[in-house]
């Protein structure tokens, strides 16, 4: 079984940046799709941003322009990177992996601790 840690979380300024790092164990990485969700306090879990085995990208309308994931499968990791955070991206950031990117956290039985994004002056 796939383990992820999740990683690069903090706190920063509204305009401001950060790297989410999401690295595996377990082999097999590079044969997945990974995903990035995130959950804010009274919110559902939502899709952010995933990519495919292949490397292609696919993202939430709201993040598009922002963030950007990215994978280095002899790290066995993947990335979020994420400018001009806004307060309302304030979350736990999770990821996951698939055979394809899943848009439907809801999909996913097991989890991992996360990692906390806050967006505040």
């Known amino acids: 079984q796939v383990h992820l840690v999740e990683s690069g979380g903090g706190l920063v300024q509204p305009g401001g940046s950060l790297r989410l790092s999401c690295r595996a164990s377990?082999?097999?990485?590079?044969?997945?799709?990974v995903g990035w969700y995130r959950q804010a306090p009274g919110n559902e879990r939502e899709f952010v941003a995933g990519?495919?085995?292949?490397?292609?990208?696919t993202y939430t309308d709201s993040v598009k322009g922002r963030f950007t994931i990215s994978r280095d499968d002899a790290q066995d990791t993947a990335y979020l990177q994420m400018n001009n955070l806004k307060p309302e991206d304030t979350a736990v950031y999770y990821c996951?992996?698939?055979?394809?990117?899943?848009?439907?956290?809801?999909?996913?039985?097991?989890w991992g601790q996360g990692t906390q994004v806050t967006v505040s002056s």
């Open positions: 996951n992996v698939g055979a394809e990117i899943v848009t439907t956290p809801v999909r996913f039985i097991n």
């Open positions: 377990g082999g097999f990485f590079s044969v997945y799709a």
């Open positions: 990519i495919t085995s292949a490397g292609d990208a």
